[in-house]
């Protein structure tokens, strides 16, 4: 089913918005995939996506991916400079400069400024050549295509890939997020998160964040960059250009993204 639905496209991105919660402003979204099966069924990723890493089909579906998401993204008139779609990929993919290669050409074919890619790894498996990955992302970095690393504090290899490979951002998983108000043990990790984030000056972006009162918190804690449903659902891509231009306008339209 996986590798007929590779032949028909039928995997497709989806865009969750990230918003800073001081300005009101969307900085960039997290690329989501989703299975749109031909008669009409919607498979979220949890359903397949173990499946296809297993299967190495992952690759085949991470190409579809990112010829798409360059597709829509250089379609967009009118960004904010910082504005950036991020894109998830396994760590053996960033050991291997054949994806960097793939990428870059990819950007320039659809003339999209690097900048506009960013990529997230996920600690849920782990680097097997921490030298190679090195390697790679630094290739990336100095492309002008930033990496974050995502769901940190919840895979293998912890704040150690942190100190040894060249991470500009840090993704809170909503397993922290979830504990804010509560006398969950993880509070306390969330925030030793946040500060282990500004001692290393990394960039923070919490995962999501449903409530208002989990934005506030996160802002009285220094971070402002949100990504959850407080403020938007993952979306396809036509829904995510309505978005966007409701947050340029700036009028009656606009969500309230921002905390006065």
Known sequence: MIEIGIRKSEFIPYYQPIIN?????????????????SNGDIIPPNAFIDIAEKNKQIYEITDLLIDQVTADISSLKGLDDQFYASINVLPRQLENQTFATKLLQKLSEHEMPNHRLAIEVTESTPFTDLKSAKRVMQRLIDNDISIKLDDAGTGFGGFSYLQQLPFNTLKIDKMFIDTIGTCDVKANILNAIITFGKK???????EGVETLDQVEYLREQGVYLIQGFVYAKPMPFDELKTFINACKSNDDNCLACRLD
Not at 29 to 36: A, K, N, Q, S
Not at 200 to 206: G, N, P, R, S
Request: aromatic share 4%.
């Open 21 to 37: 919660s001081l300005s009101g402003e969307i900085i960039g979204c997290e690329t989501l995939l989703r299975w749109h099966k």
């Open 200 to 206: 290393a000056k990394l960039t923070m972006i919490a």
